[in-house]
């Protein structure tokens, strides 16, 4: 993998996370995809029109006049809402791009609103002229992280996905448990969340990076919690005891 494709993105948890940035490939494959279902959304739409309007008292009714400009607002809600709706309501997300494995993100790796989502997929129009999105990918070919026009306007970047539903770290559940009594109320969801990334990506990342990351995690836990690892504990070994708890207590099931 080039650097070029590697996002580094400092959190405000003062940890680094690094994710690998989608390419022109995988991003056509989505594209692709997403173009199939728009078009079979519109022949639907079209099909259903059609057969409203079939008896002769529909087709003198309000529904058969204002069926071609129904087809019409219907195709153009589809082209311009069908990417910001599910990229809005799906997480960055949209059929094709969780085929291809990628989704969209703020630059500084949080989520996208409704906001980001209608502002890139605005100039979406530009980025496909003259054909087949010909200035998007160039675009996408003049910067280390393949961002389209739409992605500088609203400041999103396109990344392979890892679902937060799918970090499940591998602990080790012969470990001994926590000591007893020691609070973990302080944790809010956004730090366990940081302690099970680090578990799920640990094997992963060099040598260095994996300890700055442990060190940094555990200095932010210690000042929340009071906890630190024991004498002859390992850091992995504390996080996990850590999560554990976090999660035994109920409160981030």
Known sequence: MQPAEQLRIDTPE???????VAGIGSRFLAIAV????????YGAVVLALSLLQTPAIVRESFLGLAGPALA??????IYWGY??????????????????G???IKETGRPINAFEAIGRNVLRAIDFLPA???????????NKHSRRLGDYVAGTIVVHDTQTEAVRPD???AAPPPAAGVSVARMTPEELQLIETYLHRRLELESEIRADMADRIVRRITVKTGLSPGPDQPIDEFLESIARQIRDTGRFR
């Open 171 to 173: 602990w080790n559940l």
């Open 14 to 20: 003062q940890i680094a996370l690094e994710l690998q």
């Open 102 to 104: 990628i989704r969209v």
């Open 83 to 100: 990417f910001a709706l599910f990229e809005t309501f799906w997480s960055g997300r949209t059929p094709g791009k969780r085929l291809a």
């Open 132 to 142: 087949m999105y010909a200035v998007g990918i160039v675009c996408m070919m003049l």
């Open 72 to 77: 019409i607002l219907f195709g153009f809600s």
């Open 34 to 41: 997403d173009t199939v279902l728009q078009v079979w959304l």
